[in-house]
């Protein structure tokens, strides 16, 4: 089963006030998706511009239905009253998009163990437990013919020293949040939900990107190109596209585009910064 849009879609989007996030959302939103937005801005800050709120006004002028739901997804009682709010609001769930992780490129001696529990608990708690609560609802949405999909924000398994040896915390943790994929596609197989990864073979300016010591924004590409890799991958046969662990522009290829000037901050930008984890 192939479709062309994700209208009437519902789609849980975690860490989606900004960024990759909400670039997916507002995407999904312009076929006419539901979106339930996940995350804990509630309140402007001048370092991380957007707000949940702020991201549901922009879904609803893309021509999408948003529930903003304050969430914390380390919080497993959160999670599931806000998979409870989704689907008292919208019916069901098709699709869960985990895209919520905290990014710390710290050595050892440099990484609080503050740090590494958040890192480990929004990045593969988070992940697991979103999975989890959503679970009951792909099942139904699967048995309902309307093609559920489970992606994660996290890149291909790498098992090599040099993506690990310079931030061993967020490493291990951006991983955990791909174990997920890998275990979870086998796992629901059977129930025809599909689950996959998808990561960026160039960096991406996000706010967080913003943050980063030494990054210059202008040898990195938009959020959109995510967006609408995110979207060529959600319309896909659930029951045939499963336990990928795909690469942005590798699926814009497949889907016909191949011109990716336009996601470039700066147009004509030909050599960008590389992301983590790509061989």
Not at 50 to 59: D, K, N, R, Y
Request: aromatic share 6%.
């Amino acid at each position: 089963m192939t479709s062309t849009t994700l209208a009437g879609k519902t789609l849980l989007i975690t860490g989606a006030s900004r960024g990759i996030g909400l670039a997916i959302a507002r995407r999904a939103a312009a076929d006419g998706a539901n979106i339930v937005l996940l995350a804990k801005t509630t309140e402007a800050n001048p370092k991380l511009p957007g707000t949940i709120f702020s991201a549901a006004e922009e879904i609803v002028a893309a021509g999408g239905q948003a529930l903003p739901v304050p969430t914390d997804i380390r919080d497993e009682n959160a999670v599931a009253a806000a998979v409870a709010a989704a689907v008292q609001r919208f019916g069901g769930i098709d699709i869960l998009v985990n895209n919520a992780s905290a990014i710390s490129l710290t050595p050892t001696p440099m990484t609080p163990m503050k740090r590494f529990d958040l890192m480990f608990g929004v990045n593969v708690r988070g992940t697991y437990c979103c999975t989890q609560a959503c679970l009951e609802e792909l099942k139904k949405s699967a048995k309902a013919g309307r093609n559920p999909h489970v992606l994660t924000m996290s890149p291909p398994l790498s098992m090599k020293e040099h993506w690990f040896k310079g931030h061993v915390a967020y490493s291990m943790a951006k991983y955990g949040m791909s174990e997920c994929t890998l275990g979870h596609a086998g796992e629901f197989r059977p129930f025809g939900i599909a689950v996959n990864s998808l990561w960026p073979r160039t960096a991406i300016a996000t706010a967080a990107m913003q943050m980063i010591p030494g990054v210059d924004v202008n040898l990195c590409r938009k959020p959109e190109i995510m967006a609408d890799a995110a979207h060529a991958i959600l319309l896909r046969d659930a029951k045939t596209t499963t336990g990928r662990f795909f690469i942005d522009d590798e699926v814009l290829a497949e889907a016909g585009v191949t011109d990716l000037d336009r996601y470039a901050v700066v147009p004509g930008t030909r050599n960008f910064i590389p992301d983590f984890f790509v061989d």
